[in-house]
């Protein structure tokens, strides 16, 4: 085994979902500075063109799509393939939080969009890509995103995301141990408070300042942390590491 963070992933084919995203972004840029090949996923497709033109070297590619559309899956899929040649991880960022003051804000379309996004959709492209994984033989990569509040259960009007979230965890676990004999890992990133628009989105600087003092590392997390953690995931150190959510809060949670 070489020793380095992004081991066994040059010539490798990946998927990153989101990846217009704050976080999503820097798993691309991750990847593709490892020697991946990187079809970036996200609704929006002007950053996604910028972010893949920005890559410089490499075979890269950019795909807009709504996730919610199960049936889009394979097609996505299959091109990657074409294009590729291979299909060897997935990092599953893409999510969704509508946050509302209180629980009785909560309406029906925030419940379905929140659970079509985050988790009916996590489900279906994690099973499509483990079958693709099967039929190559070789194994595979699975990563999803958490988040701290799948542990807190969230707040006010956000519990019903962090019971995405719970979700996520739980068919992470029971997909690890359903393909674990194919050779195909599945794990979480489990982020706590990071810079990204999502997080800041509708809170004011008190709330802010509340939510970085629960904080022991004393700062919210830039997203180039959590690409570290899944780049780690995807290599050949964690090679034994399935069914395993990866906590990146700052120490805001410990477990």
Not at 71 to 81: K, W
Request: proline share 2%; charged share 20%; net charge negative.
């Amino acid at each position: 085994m070489t020793w380095s963070m992004g081991s066994g992933l040059e010539g490798k084919g990946v998927i990153v979902t989101g990846a217009a995203g704050g976080i999503g972004r820097e798993v691309v840029r991750a990847f593709a500075a490892a020697g991946a090949q990187v079809a970036a996923v996200d609704l929006r497709y002007e950053p996604l063109k910028e972010l893949v033109a920005s890559l410089g070297e490499g075979s890269h590619l950019a795909l807009c799509a709504d996730l919610r559309d199960i049936d889009r899956h394979e097609a996505i899929l299959q091109t990657v393939l074409e294009r590729f040649g291979t299909l060897d991880v997935l990092a599953h960022v893409a999510g969704v939080l509508i946050r509302r003051k209180n629980v009785d804000e909560v309406t029906e379309a925030d419940w379905d969009m929140q659970h079509d996004v985050n988790l009916k959709a996590t489900f279906f492209l994690n099973r499509a890509v483990a079958r693709i994984y099967q039929k190559q033989g070789r194994g595979g990569r699975i990563i999803n995103f958490a988040s701290q509040g799948w542990w807190t259960g969230g707040f006010g009007g956000s519990v019903v995301y962090a019971a995405t979230k719970g979700g996520i965890v739980s068919l992470t676990r029971g997909l690890a141990r359903t393909y674990a004999k194919d050779r195909i890992t599945v794990n979480a990133v489990s982020p706590g408070a990071v810079d990204t628009e999502m997080l800041f989105k509708d809170l004011n600087q008190e709330q802010v300042d509340q939510m970085v003092a629960q904080i022991p590392i004393g700062h919210v997390a830039a997203p180039t942390d959590l690409a570290g953690a899944v780049i780690f995931l995807a290599s050949d150190h964690a090679s034994y590491v399935t069914g395993a959510t990866i906590n990146v809060s700052g120490g805001w949670l410990m477990y």
